[in-house]
């Protein structure tokens, strides 16, 4: 069992920035790629950024230039710089973790986060 804790969002304005935090903790299991996710109201999930165990990223287009996420693969941790919010930046964030676990044979499960809201309004 992998349990993954969100931190940071909250309220900003258009233009400001935000941070969110996602770590992820339990036993003998390795992270293939982590990233987060976002529901606005009305809409469906969509991706935000993912980074891979090997540092590779991607980004949704409509976050490119503005988002950057970045890995602490010692901590398990990964971080969203969100500058340049826009309101249509307001959804609900879920942090998510592909991971293989040690079990025998080894598996791959995929876990989500209890989501942080994000919102951005003058």
């Known amino acids: 069992q992998v349990q993954l804790v969100e931190s940071g969002g909250g309220l900003v304005q258009p233009g400001g920035s935000l941070r969110l935090s996602c770590e992820a903790s339990?036993?003998?299991?390795?992270?293939?790629?982590m990233g987060w996710y976002r529901r606005a109201p009305g809409k469906q999930r969509e991706l935000v950024a993912t980074?891979?165990?090997?540092?590779?990223?991607n980004y949704a287009d409509s976050v490119k230039g503005r988002f950057t996420l970045s890995a602490d693969s010692a901590k398990n941790t990964v971080n969203l710089q969100m500058n340049s919010l826009k309101p249509e930046d307001t959804a609900v964030y879920y942090c998510?973790?592909?991971?293989?676990?040690?079990?025998?044979?080894?598996?791959?499960?995929?876990?989500w986060g209890q989501g942080t809201q994000v919102t951005v309004s003058s």
């Open positions: 998510n973790a592909d991971v293989t676990v040690a079990v025998v044979p080894p598996r791959i499960y995929s876990y």
């Open positions: 339990g036993r003998r299991f390795s992270i293939n790629a």
């Open positions: 980074i891979t165990s090997g540092g590779v990223t």
